[in-house]
């Protein structure tokens, strides 16, 4: 298990997650819109039980959304209650406004390099660095990979990548998650595509027939698939694998 705690340097908590022995490399983990709740502090366990040290910055406090109220977010919207369900929209753009500040989107790469900066100084760590994200998180995921070079593979789940002059940036594999249902993202995927593949990108995008946005979260009854989500991680590991297993760093700028 794995502890909350306030790393050196920075001003927002980070859940850190340990392996047992020598790690396999270090990567940073993305929460949902809900924060960083109890599903993504399960999900560095299960990367750290590989062999990861996993850094999960908690990036959404700064904005309003504590766990706490992440939480109570993510109670309402998996309600069966209607009266609480109709609160959860109006309450989720109150909540959310602050994070759409371009002050706050800044802030946030920001703090995410500095988590890049706590791996690469991390013993047994090096070069050996990823990034693995969440709805919000996905959707950083793929900053974050533009924002720095030191990323050697980038992993989002249902995220949405930045504008075209920044994915540009993105010097590292790239493997996409999304559900077929998931309409917003699904319709916009082949202007991703054509986006990635212009800038150069390696980019591979996984669809899985017939579910939709958050398959992955196991405290979602109304959104996980067990299938999708089994063949998700497996080829998350996969990939960490294949691109964390050996020394060499990102591809220059």
């Not at 964390?244 to 700028?253: K, P, T, V």
């Given at each position: 298990?794995?502890?909350?705690?306030?790393?050196?340097?920075?001003?927002?908590?980070?859940?850190?997650?340990?392996?047992?022995?020598e790690p396999r490399g270090g990567l940073v983990l993305i929460h949902e819109i809900w924060g960083l709740v109890?599903?993504?502090?399960?999900?560095?366990d299960r990367l750290a039980g590989e062999?990861?040290?996993?850094?999960?910055?908690d990036i959404l406090s700064r904005a309003g959304i504590t766990p706490q109220v992440g939480a109570e977010l993510l109670r309402l919207r998996t309600s069966t209650d209607r009266e609480e369900q109709a609160r959860l929209q109006p309450l989720m753009r109150e909540r959310m406004a602050p994070a759409q500040d371009p002050a706050y989107a800044s802030w946030a790469v920001a703090a995410l390099r500095g988590t890049v900066d706590h791996l690469a100084a991390s013993d047994g760590v090096g070069d050996r660095i990823g990034v693995l994200g969440f709805c919000f998180g996905g959707s950083y995921s793929f900053a974050l990979a533009a924002a720095d070079p030191r990323i050697r593979v980038a992993?989002?789940?249902?995220?949405?990548?930045?504008d075209e002059a920044t994915v540009a940036e993105i010097r590292c594999p790239v493997l996409a998650f999304y559900g077929d249902?998931?309409?917003r993202l699904i319709s916009g995927l082949p202007a991703?595509?054509?986006?990635?593949?212009?800038?150069?990108?390696?980019?591979?995008?996984?669809?899985?027939?017939g579910v939709g946005h958050a398959f992955f979260n196991d405290t979602n009854p109304?959104?996980?698939?067990?299938?999708?989500?089994a063949d998700a991680w497996a080829r998350t590991l996969a990939l960490l694998e294949s691109e964390?297993?050996?020394?060499?760093?990102?591809?220059?700028?």
């Open positions: 298990m794995g502890e909350r705690s306030t790393l050196d340097g920075d001003d927002f908590e980070t859940y850190v997650a340990e392996p047992a022995g109890e599903h993504i502090t399960d999900v560095a062999g990861y040290l996993v850094l999960a910055p992993i989002p789940f249902y995220g949405s990548p930045p249902r998931d309409e991703v595509r054509e986006r990635l593949a212009a800038a150069g990108v390696d980019f591979t995008a996984q669809v899985y027939p109304h959104t996980y698939d067990a299938g999708a989500a964390l297993s050996s020394s060499g760093g990102a591809i220059a700028r």
